[in-house]
């Protein structure tokens, strides 16, 4: 049982304190990283051995609240539940499974490691361990690119209907190859808007390939057959407008498979293969641009944004996502007023 007092648990002794601090310094790469790891190491001085150990554990031994700023209780109790691991000196694989992760997940260094990381790496935690130690890689940079690219696989596919069917493929093949964040949208979005499944038998070449394959299908060369519209023949959006320039960034309604397919092909991503939808009249796409240059892309739905997209999928600023809801407000608005 854990014990709880008023005082935190803290290594008494000032040289053995400032010792496990100066540690961790040499173990992780960020600030809020050492702060964490700092809090942990100084409460027993056993703990700084676990850390060495598994440094990933340092994500998960201080919780935060939803607003993310510690909380008091909860600072106390993080606390004293490692103290009292500490105290009774249970083996690293018992403390690991205590925090919900797997003896795999020791080997991701300290320095490849970054608060942001703590979903990734419940998602790893979640996967058999032989996939998990296979797949990660050894140098610092290769973790670090890795646990960024599997974090950017997951915050696309996680909620996905196929996303478990994937994730063990993913994780292997983004460690095999070294591919990069920017490069995992290209097959996310073949997985759930392409025409042919994704073989669980190719590697990510192979893989890139059949994507690219099938982003050159979404040409709007062939958009007389496939929608029943010429290539450059104009859709009627109603009462939306062509041209809206809204907080210095420019929103232009794209209203031709041809301009649809050349926003997919500029940003990188599978918006061509929304083109029926826009025929259909069941949504609106938008070229959202700075200084001539397209920096997002909107896809709005009985006025309401659906999705807003960055090249290669990526996650826009908030500046244009803030932009992007009032420009969908401002014309929900107006279509109302001219129905």
Not at 182 to 207: C, H, K, M, Q, Y
Not at 323 to 330: G, I, L
Request: a positive charge; proline letters at 4%.
């Amino acid at each position: 049982m854990i014990e709880m007092s008023d005082k935190l648990p803290q290594i008494e002794d000032p040289i053995g304190y400032a010792a496990a601090c100066e540690h961790v310094v040499k173990l992780f790469k960020t600030d809020t990283m050492w702060r964490s790891a700092k809090f942990a190491a100084t409460v027993h001085e056993r703990a700084i051995d676990y850390i060495e150990q598994a440094p990933a554990l340092v994500l998960f031994i201080l919780p935060e609240d939803r607003k993310r700023k510690l909380a008091g209780g909860d600072r106390a109790y993080a606390a004293h539940r490692l103290a009292y691991h500490c105290r009774q000196g249970v083996r690293l694989k018992e403390i690991m499974k205590s925090y919900g992760l797997t003896m795999p997940l020791r080997k991701l260094k300290g320095k490849a490691l970054a608060p942001e990381d703590a979903g990734v790496v419940r998602l790893l935690a979640t996967l058999p361990p032989s996939v998990v130690s296979q797949a990660i890689p050894n140098s610092i940079v290769d973790q670090r690119r890795w646990l960024s690219a599997v974090g950017e696989w997951h915050r696309i596919c996680g909620k996905a209907r196929w996303a478990d069917a994937y994730i063990e493929w993913a994780v292997t093949q983004l460690a095999k190859h070294k591919v990069r964040k920017s490069d995992v949208g290209t097959i996310t979005d073949f997985i759930g808007r392409g025409d042919l499944p994704l073989n669980l038998a190719w590697e990510w070449p192979r893989a890139i390939a059949a994507a690219d394959d099938w982003h050159d299908r979404l040409s709007a060369g062939d958009a007389k057959a496939r929608f029943g519209v010429m290539a450059d023949q104009v859709v009627d959006l109603g009462t939306h407008p062509d041209h809206t320039v809204l907080y210095g960034l420019e929103f232009v309604a794209l209203r031709t498979p041809t301009a649809i397919h050349a926003e997919g092909k500029a940003m990188h991503h599978c918006v061509a293969s929304y083109v029926q939808a826009v025929v259909n009249g069941q949504a609106h796409i938008v070229s959202i641009r700075r200084d001539e240059q397209r920096v997002a892309t909107l896809e709005l739905r009985d006025g309401h944004v659906m999705q807003l997209k960055g090249r290669f999928n990526h996650q826009v600023s908030r500046e244009i996502v803030e932009a992007a809801r009032t420009y969908a407000s401002d014309n929900r608005t107006a279509a109302k007023l001219t129905a």
